[in-house]
T-cell receptor
Framework: IAGITQAPTSQILAAGRRMTLRCTQD?????MYWYRQDLGLGLRLIHY???????GKGEVPDGYSVSRANTDDFPLTLASAVPSQTSVYFC??????????FGPGTRLTVL | LAKTTQPISMDSYEGQEVNITCSHN???????ITWYQQFPSQGPRFIIQ???TKVTNEVASLFIPADRKSSTLSLPRVSLSDTAVYYC?????????????FGSGTRLSIRP
């Protein structure tokens, strides 16, 4: 059982480029989340989805978009990357009862 | 949203019991208290969750006083591998994810 997978593991991206971070879970969880974690800080929620077909904004949604076409996948897109989006991005899922399962993270550097 | 306050960092030694306290003065009636552990370069991992009194699992214990304005995560006989950041979260167990906030956590360092 894989749990949650994220791709890529790391990426260096030129400012202004478009980038999609992939997240897939095989636990059939309804809820999925995207967080960013800046160096030495806690996690901040970017976007979330309580069920397939619905999404919502978290604490820091600007510059990011998400979609939830099915239960398993929850991609995060940066339409035009900026250096301030350099961070580690974690995807998570839950069955709705607060315990979240996290992926291994994607380390993104925007130059 | 119930905000939590934790110590920024703590140090201890192998074999000791470590207690990390979290303050959540504005906790709501339906809120649960959840603790996560995060190792470097990994995503957080669920440790324990509780509503009141005491909860114990194979990893830790969680003590919650009657007023629920604080909680204490207790790690028995820590080892070097318990060095990590520990996050205390407060939120309605069935509410939207937007209600869940990770603070900066407590950086626990265990020495030999």
């Amino acid at each position: 059982i894989a749990g949650i997978t994220q791709a890529p593991t790391s990426q260096i991206l030129a400012a202004g480029r478009r980038m999609t971070l992939r997240c897939t879970q095989d636990m059939r969880h309804n809820a999925m989340y995207w967080y960013r974690q800046d160096l030495g800080l806690g996690l901040r929620l970017i976007h979330y989805s309580n069920t397939a077909g619905t999404t919502g904004k978290g604490e820091v949604p600007d510059g990011y978009s998400v979609s939830r076409a099915n239960t398993d996948d929850f991609p995060l897109t940066l339409a035009s990357a900026v250096p301030s989006q350099t961070s580690v991005y974690f995807c998570a899922s839950s069955d709705g009862e607060n315990e979240q399962f996290f992926g291994p993270g994607t380390r993104l550097t925007v130059l | 949203l119930a905000k939590t306050t934790q110590p920024i960092s703590m140090d201890s030694y192998e074999g000791q019991e470590v207690n990390i306290t979290c303050s959540h003065n504005n906790i709501a009636t339906n809120d649960y208290i959840t603790w996560y552990q995060q190792f470097p370069s990994q995503g957080p991992r669920f440790i324990i969750q509780g509503y009141k009194t005491k909860v114990t699992n194979e990893v830790a214990s969680l003590f919650i006083p009657a007023d629920r304005k604080s909680s204490t995560l207790s790690l028995p006989r820590v080892s070097l591998s318990d060095t990590a950041v520990y996050y205390c979260l407060v939120g309605d167990r069935y509410s939207s994810a937007s209600k869940i906030i990770f603070g900066s956590g407590t950086r626990l360092s265990i020495r030999p």
